[in-house]
C-alpha cells in the first residue's frame, strides 16, 4: 500500500468505476473529482465528498490520484476556435466535411477590428459579421457581449438568431482547448456550485468577489477580457504545481464571463491594510515576526520550485481568519497587458538588477522581501516615504537604503540590509532567512 498524506480540502480525481459500493462507501465514476474530508486512521482509506453530487463516504487511497498540474503551454488556449486571419475561403475548407454546428472564428478581412463567425449547416458554411463597436461584440445588435468566449458560450446554449446552435469547435492547428485539458487535469470547477457574493477588492485585471463554492467560503478574480484571460491561463499554471501553507491555494477555474479564478478565502484582506487599520497598539511584535516568517517559507517553496515571484510586496500578501500570511499573486505577477513595459514596474520594491537589466531571480524576490519587511515594521507605510521613483533608483546606487522604521529590532533591520545588497549573490536565501526569523522568535518568548 503506498503512503499517501493528503490533507483535508485535497482535490483527488478518481481512477476507475465504483458503482456497487458497499455500506459507508461512495459510489463513483472513473474520473469524477472528490475532495480529501480526512484520512481514516491507519487504513490506506479516506473520507471524502464528491464533488458534484456532495454525498460523503468512504473511499480507498489506491483508486484516487492527486489532480494533476497544468504545463504551461502556448499551445493551451481559451479560444482554440479562434483562427485569426484567415479568408472566407480557407474557413470553408477548414469546415469540412460539413457537419451541422461546427464553426470557427476569423478576423475580417474586409472589416479591420470585426470578427467573423464561420458555422457548417446543412452543405453551406455560413458567415456571420461580428461588429465590433465600443468595446462591444455583436453579431444582430440585439444580443451584446464584452468578448468572444462569452459569445461563444451563449450561442452554444442558444441558437439565437443564427442557423443553429454551436455544436462543436474546429480547434486552430496545433491549438489545443485549455478548458479539456483543464477538465482531464481536474482543475475545471462547476458554475452552478458557484455562489457570488460582495465585492471585495478591486484588482489591476478585475473584480475580486466574495463567494461559496460547495459549502467552502471562496473568493473570485473575474477576468473579464479575453486577451488578459489568456495571458492568466499561462500563469495560473504556476498555481497548479504549488500547495504550501503559506501559500493562496488556488481550487480552480471557470470559464465564464471570461475567467474566473476561484482561490481560498482570505478573511482578513491584503497584509498593509490589515496593519494600517490596527496599528501598533493592536499587533504585537510577535505577530509581526509570525507573519515575516510566514512570508519567507512560502517563498522558501516557491524558490524550491524554481519559481519566481516577482512582484512581492505587503499588497500581495493575504492574511486568513487564524491570521496565518499567505503569498498571492505568484506567478501572475508576470501577465502584463501592457507588455514589458518597464515603466509599470513596482519601482520601490523591485531590485536593481532586475530594473535595469531585467534580471529577474529569486534573489531580486530577496531585494522585495527587504521592503516587505520595512512595510511590515512599518505597519503598512508606504516604503521611501517622500521620495519620487526617479530619485530612488539613483539614490540606491550611491549606495542609500532606507533608516529603520520606529521601534524596528536592530537585528531585524540587519537582515533588512542585507536583502538590500546590490550583488545578488550576496544577499541570503529564503531559507536562512527563515532560519534567522526563527531564531528571533525564540529570543523573544525567552525573554
Ligand atoms: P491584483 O494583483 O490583480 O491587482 P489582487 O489579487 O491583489 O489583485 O486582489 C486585490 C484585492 O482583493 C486584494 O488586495 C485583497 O484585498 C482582495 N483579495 C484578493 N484575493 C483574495 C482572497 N483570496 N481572499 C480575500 N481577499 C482577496
Ligand atoms: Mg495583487
Given at each position: 500500500?503506498?503512503?499517501k498524506?493528503?490533507?483535508?480540502?485535497?482535490?483527488c480525481?478518481t481512477k476507475?468505476?465504483h458503482t456497487?459500493?458497499k455500506p459507508?462507501e461512495?459510489a463513483f465514476?472513473?474520473g469524477?473529482?472528490?475532495?480529501i474530508i480526512?484520512?481514516?486512521?491507519?487504513?490506506?482509506?479516506?473520507?471524502?465528498?464528491?464533488?458534484?453530487?456532495?454525498?460523503?463516504?468512504?473511499?480507498a487511497?489506491?483508486?484516487?490520484r492527486?489532480?494533476?498540474?497544468?504545463?504551461?503551454d502556448p499551445k493551451?488556449?481559451?479560444?482554440p476556435?479562434?483562427h485569426?486571419?484567415?479568408?472566407?475561403?480557407?474557413?470553408v475548407?477548414?469546415?469540412?466535411p460539413?457537419?451541422?454546428?461546427?464553426f470557427?472564428?476569423r478576423e475580417s478581412?474586409?472589416?479591420?477590428?470585426?470578427y467573423v463567425?464561420?458555422?457548417?449547416f446543412g452543405?453551406?458554411?455560413?458567415?456571420?459579421?461580428v461588429?465590433?463597436?465600443?468595446?462591444?461584440?455583436?453579431?444582430?445588435?440585439?444580443?451584446?457581449?464584452?468578448?468572444?468566449?462569452?459569445?461563444?458560450?451563449?450561442?452554444?446554449?442558444e441558437?439565437?438568431?443564427?442557423?443553429?446552435?454551436?455544436v462543436?469547435?474546429?480547434p486552430k492547428?496545433?491549438?489545443?482547448?485549455?478548458?479539456?485539458?483543464?477538465?482531464k487535469?481536474?482543475?475545471?470547477?462547476?458554475l452552478?456550485?458557484?455562489?457570488?457574493?460582495?465585492?471585495?477588492?478591486?484588482?489591476?485585471?478585475?473584480d475580486?468577489?466574495?463567494?461559496?463554492?460547495?459549502?467552502q467560503?471562496v473568493?473570485?478574480k473575474?477576468?473579464k477580457?479575453?486577451?488578459?484571460a489568456?495571458?492568466?491561463?499561462?500563469?495560473?499554471?504556476?498555481?497548479t504545481k504549488?500547495r504550501?501553507?503559506n501559500?493562496v491555494?488556488?481550487?480552480?477555474?471557470i470559464?465564464h464571463?471570461g475567467?474566473?479564478?476561484?482561490?481560498?478565502f482570505?478573511?482578513?484582506?491584503?497584509?498593509?491594510?490589515?496593519?494600517?487599520?490596527?496599528?501598533r497598539?493592536?499587533?504585537p511584535?510577535?505577530?509581526?515576526?509570525l507573519?515575516?516568517?510566514?512570508v519567507?517559507?512560502?517563498?522558501?517553496?516557491?524558490e524550491?520550485?524554481?519559481?519566481?515571484?516577482?512582484?512581492?510586496a505587503?499588497r500581495?500578501?493575504?492574511?486568513?481568519e487564524?491570521?496565518?500570511a499567505?503569498?498571492?499573486?505568484?506567478?501572475?505577477?508576470?501577465v502584463?497587458p501592457?507588455?514589458?513595459?518597464?515603466?509599470?514596474?513596482p519601482?520601490k520594491?523591485?531590485?536593481?538588477?532586475?530594473?535595469k537589466?531585467?534580471k529577474?531571480?529569486?534573489?531580486?524576490?530577496?531585494?522585495?522581501y527587504?521592503?516587505?519587511l520595512?512595510?511590515i515594521f512599518?505597519?503598512?507605510?508606504?516604503?521611501?516615504?517622500k521620495?519620487?521613483?526617479?530619485?530612488?533608483?539613483e539614490?540606491?546606487?550611491?549606495?542609500?537604503?532606507?533608516?529603520?522604521p520606529?521601534?524596528?529590532?536592530?537585528t531585524?533591520?540587519?537582515?533588512?540590509?542585507?536583502?538590500?545588497?546590490?550583488?545578488?549573490?550576496?544577499?541570503p536565501?529564503?531559507?536562512?532567512?527563515?532560519?534567522?526569523?526563527?531564531?528571533?522568535?525564540?529570543?523573544?518568548?525567552?525573554?
Amino acid at each position: 500500500m503506498p503512503t499517501k498524506h493528503w490533507p483535508p480540502g485535497t482535490q483527488c480525481v478518481t481512477k476507475h468505476d465504483h458503482t456497487k459500493p458497499k455500506p459507508r462507501e461512495l459510489a463513483f465514476r472513473k474520473g469524477d473529482m472528490v475532495t480529501i474530508i480526512e484520512a481514516v486512521e491507519g487504513k490506506g482509506w479516506y473520507r471524502v465528498r464528491h464533488n458534484e453530487t456532495g454525498q460523503e463516504g468512504l473511499l480507498a487511497a489506491s483508486a484516487l490520484r492527486e489532480r494533476g498540474a497544468i504545463r504551461a503551454d502556448p499551445k493551451l488556449s481559451l479560444m482554440p476556435w479562434f483562427h485569426g486571419k484567415i479568408s472566407g475561403l480557407e474557413a470553408v475548407q477548414e469546415l469540412q466535411p460539413p457537419e451541422d454546428g461546427l464553426f470557427l472564428v476569423r478576423e475580417s478581412v474586409r472589416h479591420p477590428g470585426d470578427y467573423v463567425l464561420c458555422v457548417s449547416f446543412g452543405k453551406e458554411v455560413i458567415h456571420y459579421r461580428v461588429v465590433h463597436e465600443e468595446n462591444t461584440l455583436s453579431i444582430d445588435s440585439q444580443q451584446y457581449f464584452s468578448n468572444l468566449i462569452d459569445m461563444i458560450e451563449h450561442y452554444m446554449n442558444e441558437q439565437g438568431a443564427i442557423c443553429t446552435k454551436l455544436v462543436k469547435p474546429k480547434p486552430k492547428s496545433g491549438m489545443k482547448s485549455a478548458e479539456e485539458e483543464l477538465a482531464k487535469a481536474g482543475w475545471l470547477l462547476n458554475l452552478k456550485h458557484l455562489t457570488l457574493g460582495d465585492r471585495i477588492g478591486q484588482g489591476e485585471f478585475g473584480d475580486v468577489l466574495q463567494g461559496e463554492y460547495m459549502g467552502q467560503r471562496v473568493a473570485v478574480k473575474n477576468i473579464k477580457c479575453d486577451v488578459t484571460a489568456q495571458a492568466f491561463l499561462a500563469e495560473t499554471a504556476a498555481m497548479t504545481k504549488v500547495r504550501h501553507k503559506n501559500l493562496v491555494c488556488l481550487l480552480g477555474v471557470i470559464l465564464h464571463n471570461g475567467l474566473y479564478i476561484v482561490m481560498e478565502f482570505m478573511s482578513k484582506g491584503n497584509l498593509v491594510n490589515f496593519l494600517r487599520t490596527r496599528g501598533r497598539a493592536l499587533v504585537p511584535t510577535q505577530q509581526l515576526l509570525l507573519f515575516a516568517l510566514d512570508v519567507a517559507q512560502g517563498m522558501d517553496y516557491l524558490e524550491s520550485k524554481k519559481l519566481v515571484h516577482r512582484d512581492l510586496a505587503a499588497r500581495n500578501i493575504l492574511i486568513s481568519e487564524e491570521n496565518v500570511a499567505k503569498v498571492s499573486d505568484f506567478g501572475l505577477a508576470r501577465v502584463n497587458p501592457k507588455g514589458a513595459d518597464a515603466t509599470l514596474l513596482p519601482v520601490k520594491w523591485t531590485a536593481p538588477e532586475a530594473l535595469k537589466h531585467n534580471k529577474f531571480s529569486s534573489k531580486s524576490d530577496v531585494w522585495s522581501y527587504g521592503i516587505l519587511l520595512w512595510e511590515i515594521f512599518s505597519f503598512g507605510r508606504a516604503p521611501y516615504p517622500k521620495l519620487a521613483l526617479k530619485e530612488v533608483t539613483e539614490l540606491l546606487e550611491q549606495g542609500y537604503r532606507m533608516d529603520p522604521p520606529e521601534g524596528c529590532p536592530p537585528t531585524i533591520y540587519a537582515l533588512m540590509k542585507s536583502c538590500w545588497e546590490l550583488e545578488p549573490g550576496k544577499r541570503p536565501s529564503f531559507k536562512k532567512l527563515t532560519e534567522k526569523l526563527q531564531k528571533e522568535l525564540k529570543h523573544l518568548r525567552d525573554i
